[in-house]
């Protein structure tokens, strides 16, 4: 299977210490990866490095088999990125929003827009100011700004963050759909442990820096575990009684 996304040994170090260490993982084309932890466990910055919003101290990244350093413009043009909150002018809808983006990819028509809101469900508020839109809806349409290239990859930081019950379904469903119908590969980070087991078929777990585990989730399930909250637990437990015996 091929391998869309790959980190060989990205650290980064902040002045307070935190930060992240040796982080090894891989992507393959057709998952939907849940890159899971805690707040503040790391998942952001690893992210970032990824798309080089912020340089790694060490490591490497690789999309589509290209070394992000050497040939970052070339991966890229394959990757759609969310991180963090969704940007948007409120004084312009929906639509005209897109259609600013569109201008950095003169080979997708105009149509494209509509295909995108479309399948965010955002078609029928296209023309509203995004300045009335409600969190769920701004969350859409970030997606829908990334999804607009046709990307073989989508990167989502948090996508869920913020939203009611309601909006955190509306949200998962989109991830599936786009998986599905789309055939997009996706790198989608969240706290929300039930969120990442309901979605994703392969996770990595990210905990005070490190990750700790990488997985199928029916390889991690197979045990003794019955759902990935209990397994994680079990994890962090053993991490911990690890490093009190360093």
């Known amino acids: 299977m091929d391998v869309v996304l790959e980190a060989e040994g990205l650290t980064k170090k902040y002045a307070n210490g935190r930060g992240v260490t040796d982080i090894h993982l891989q992507v393959r084309r057709g998952d939907i ?12 910055t690893v992210m970032k490095m990824m798309v080089n919003l912020c340089r790694a101290d060490r490591g490497t990244v690789r999309m589509f088999g290209l070394d992000t350093a050497s040939h970052y413009v070339q991966a890229m043009k394959r990757v759609g990125v969310l991180i963090e909150r969704p940007e ?17 990819y003169p080979e997708l028509k105009a149509s494209r827009i509509d295909e995108v809101l479309e399948l965010v469900g955002l078609a029928p508020y296209k023309n509203e100011k995004v ?32 939203l009611d019950i309601e909006g955190m379904v509306d949200i998962r469903e989109l991830m599936v759909k786009l998986a599905k119908e789309e055939n997009i590969t996706l790198f989608v980070s969240s706290h929300l442990i039930h969120e990442m087991e309901l979605m994703c078929n392969r996770v990595g ?13 029916e390889d991690l399930l197979a045990g003794p575990h019955r759902t990935l909250e209990d ?11 690890a490093a009190l015996h360093e």
């Open 33 to 44: 990866y849940g890159f899971f932890g805690p707040n503040g466990a790391g998942k952001t």
């Open 131 to 162: 300045g009335g839109y409600s969190l769920g809806m701004k969350q859409r349409l970030g997606i829908a700004s990334a999804i607009l290239s046709k990307p073989e990859l989508l990167i989502l930081d948090e996508p869920t963050n913020g």
């Open 205 to 217: 777990i990210l905990y005070d820096g490190k990750l700790i585990r990488e997985g199928y989730m």
């Open 88 to 104: 948007a002018y409120d004084y312009f809808s929906g639509y005209t929003n897109l259609r600013m983006s569109l201008r950095y």
């Open 231 to 241: 397994y994680f637990v079990a994890q962090v437990r053993e991490e911990r009684g």
